[in-house]
C-alpha cells in the first residue's frame, strides 16, 4: 500500500525529532500533555475548565494546534498564560517538528507545564509523537461507545482516555460499562475519568490526575539534580 | 512542508482514478454519494434510517470505509442490499483506488446507487475526490457551530451538509442560525438540512433530497441514451 510507505517515510523523521523535544522538556523540568480527540469532543472546553486552576500552580504554556484560524486560541486568551497558535494548514495532525521551535520559546519563558491541544481528529495525531509526558484523548458520550474498537490506536496511545458530555448521557444510547470494556479491551488497565465541561462534574478528577503527573515529573527531575552524597 | 509536497503527490494518481470511477459510473448510470463527517456524527445511524426506503426503489450497493473491523457493515447486514467492507488500515480516509475495484463490481451485480460511508474524519477524507456524484457531510449539534470555520475544506467540498442530533438542541450550546452562517461564509448556497437519527426528525428530507439526485442523474443517462430523432 502506498498510503503505509509515505508514512513510514515521514513518521522516522518525526520521531528523531520527537526525542529531541522529549531531551528538551526534560533538561528543563517541564511537563508536557498532548490533548487529542475527535472535532468536537471538548478539548477546549477542557482546557477552559482545567487551566484556571493549573495557572495558579504552574507557569503553564499552550500550543494550539489547527488546521486554520484562531477560535479556540481566542478562547483561552484570558486564562492567564501565554498561548501559541500553529496553524497545519493541509496537514491533519500536529507532528514533532511543527512544535520544536515553541517548545523551545517555551522553555526560554520559564514554563513547567506545556499543553498542547492536537488537530480534532481521532486518526492521525494518534500517530506522530510530540515528545509529550502524556497523551489524553477525549472521548465523548454523543460519539458512541464502540469508538474504541474502531479507532484503536489512539486508545492504546492514551495514558488517560476521559469521557465527556456525561451531562448528555441518558439522552444518548452511550454505555459507559461498554466503553469502559471496550477501553480496556484495546489498552487493559489505562486510566479512564468521567467528566462534563458543561457542568463541571469530574473536573476536578481530572485535574488532580494532572497534577500527580505534573508532581512526578517535577519530582524525578528534583532528585536527578541533587548532589550525589 | 513536506506534508504538503507528499499530499499533492498522492493527490494526482487519486484523481486520475477519481475521473475513472466517475466515467464508469456514468456508463452504467449509478449514481454515488459519498457520506463523511467527524467520528460519531451519526453516518451509520443515518442510512440505518435512509436505506430501507431507498432499497424499496433501487438496487442500491453500499462500501463502507473503516480502519479496521466491519461494525457498520454489520449494523446494515439486514437491510437488504449488499454491503462490502474497505479497512483502510494505516489510511485515515477512502482513495479512489480503494473503492474502484468495488465499483466496478457492484456495476456488474446491476446496483443503480451506490452509497459509501467514508472513514470518521473531518479533515482528510476531503481531500481525496473517489468519483461520487455527491458528497453529503453531518456536523452533529453536540460538536459545536464553530466547526465550518475550523474545518472549512469538508464543508466547502459538501453538496448536502445534515445537521444531525437535533434532538439535543436543548442540552446544548449549539446555535443553529450561527451554524448556518458558519456554513455558508465557507460554502455560499449550499443546501443544508436538519435531522435527529434518534427520533427520526427531518429523515424525509434528507431521502427526499437523494431522491431528487437519484432522479436528475437516472434522468441524464435515458436521455443520452435517447435514440437521436
Redesign the interface.
Given at each position: 500500500?502506498?498510503?503505509?510507505d509515505?508514512?513510514a517515510g515521514?513518521l522516522a523523521p518525526n520521531d528523531a525529532v520527537a526525542r529531541e523535544n522529549r531531551q528538551l522538556l526534560a533538561e528543563h523540568g517541564i511537563y508536557a500533555v498532548n490533548l487529542m480527540s475527535?472535532?468536537?469532543s471538548g478539548k477546549t472546553s477542557l482546557l477552559e475548565r482545567v487551566l484556571p486552576a493549573l495557572v495558579e500552580r504552574h507557569r503553564v504554556g499552550v500550543i494550539e494546534g489547527?488546521?486554520?484560524?484562531s477560535?479556540d486560541k481566542d478562547r483561552l486568551g484570558g486564562l492567564g498564560c501565554p498561548v501559541h497558535q500553529i496553524n497545519?494548514?493541509?496537514?491533519?495532525h500536529l507532528?514533532a517538528r511543527m512544535v520544536h521551535h515553541v517548545l523551545h520559546h517555551l522553555a526560554e519563558d520559564g514554563c513547567d507545564v506545556v499543553v498542547i491541544e492536537n488537530?480534532?481528529?481521532?486518526?492521525?495525531p494518534a500517530?506522530f509523537d510530540l515528545g509529550e509526558d502524556d497523551a489524553v484523548m477525549l472521548l465523548?458520550v454523543?460519539?458512541?461507545h464502540?469508538?474504541p474498537?474502531?479507532?484503536?490506536?489512539m486508545f492504546r496511545r492514551a495514558d488517560l482516555v476521559v469521557v465527556n458530555?456525561v451531562?448528555?448521557l441518558g439522552?444518548?444510547d452511550f454505555d459507559p460499562r461498554t466503553a469502559e470494556r471496550a477501553v480496556h479491551d484495546v489498552h487493559p488497565g489505562v486510566a479512564i475519568l468521567s467528566a462534563s465541561c458543561r457542568t463541571g462534574e469530574g473536573i476536578g478528577d481530572v485535574a488532580a490526575w494532572l497534577e500527580r503527573r505534573i508532581a512526578a515529573k517535577h519530582a524525578a527531575r528534583q532528585a536527578a539534580e541533587a548532589p550525589a552524597r
Open positions: 500500500m502506498h498510503e503505509i509515505v508514512k515521514l475527535a472535532p468536537g489547527d488546521i486554520v484560524g477560535a497545519t494548514g493541509a496537514a491533519c507532528d488537530v480534532g481528529n481521532l486518526v492521525c500517530e465523548s454523543t460519539e458512541g464502540d469508538k474498537k474502531k479507532y484503536p490506536l458530555k451531562d448528555l439522552h444518548t
